[in-house]
């Protein structure tokens, strides 16, 4: 769905551009520059991103589901329709509390 130039816009319903695959995280990328990049995540659950960093400021936003996502040792618990800001260089991580979709923008600048 990656949106090229010169494409026709197209409607789209986020939550059903990917599934849920037992046992696994499932990832759709739908747009990628230099500049960021947006995708789209599926979580089975108890599936999760164990902590890290990044140098760059990312956007989680929770289609369906719920996780907890902890950032530099905090916890904060998410459902549908909630997002947070994980800031550049903070340690975090995600764990899917039940079968969770999110959407994932990342900002290179």
Not at 15 to 25: C, E, F, R, V
Not at 60 to 66: F, K, N, P, W
């Amino acid at each position: 769905m990656s949106e090229a130039k010169g494409q026709e816009p197209q409607v789209a319903r986020l939550a059903d551009l990917i599934g849920y695959q037992a046992g696994s995280i499932v990832s759709r990328e739908i747009i990628s520059r230099p500049t960021g990049t947006v995708t789209l995540f599926a979580f089975d659950a108890s599936q999760g991103m164990s902590e890290h960093t990044a140098p760059y400021d990312a956007m989680v936003s929770v289609l369906d589901g719920q996780a907890e996502v902890t950032i530099s040792g905090k916890k904060h618990l998410l459902k549908t329709g909630d997002m947070i800001i994980m800031p550049a260089n903070q340690p975090h991580a995600l764990k899917a509390l039940t079968g969770i979709k999110m959407l994932l923008v990342m900002i290179r600048s």
